[in-house]
């Protein structure tokens, strides 16, 4: 099944890249909501509970890890599938983002077709 109105969060603090992906997902048939906070991000994604988070590891504050450490807890969130989006070259991260739940992890710069086809894996094992 393949569920072209799932609504995605993105959650990056670079404003730039939120939007660059905002517009290419809506124009691929998504719904799109974008944070640039951690906080923002926690709060969204326990009032709208999107389809997939895509969220950036780099972010003053908490960092990524953290933000999916305390979706992963809530019963709310626990199930929403999470990608990474990292500009670090290290090995541990891929590592440390199963760990605390991610579900997949996506190096910057990315393209934001292969971002799709990624997207569309995870909403594909989510629907069976």
């Known amino acids: 099944?393949?569920?072209?109105?799932?609504?995605?969060?993105?959650?990056?603090?670079?404003?730039?890249?939120?939007?660059?992906?905002?517009?290419?997902?809506?124009?691929?048939?998504?719904?799109?909501?974008a944070e640039n906070t951690a906080a923002d991000g926690i709060k969204t994604a326990r009032k709208i509970r999107p389809a997939v988070i895509l969220l950036d590891i780099m972010m003053p504050g908490k960092d990524g890890y953290e933000v999916c450490n305390e979706l992963k807890l809530e019963p709310t969130t626990a199930d929403i599938p999470?990608?990474?989006?990292?500009?670090?070259?290290?090995?541990?991260?891929?590592?440390?983002?199963?760990?605390?739940?991610?579900?997949?992890?996506?190096?910057?710069?990315?393209s934001c077709e292969r971002l799709l086809e990624i997207i569309k894996i995870v909403l594909m094992s989510v629907n069976k």
Not at 4 to 28: C, G, Q, R, W, Y
């Open 1 to 33: 099944m393949h569920n072209k109105h799932a609504t995605i969060l993105i959650i990056d603090d670079e404003p730039e890249i939120t939007e660059i992906v905002e517009v290419f997902l809506s124009n691929a048939g998504y719904t799109v909501v």
């Open 82 to 110: 999470v990608i990474f989006l990292t500009g670090k070259d290290s090995r541990d991260d891929s590592g440390r983002s199963f760990k605390v739940g991610g579900d997949l992890f996506v190096k910057k710069p990315f």
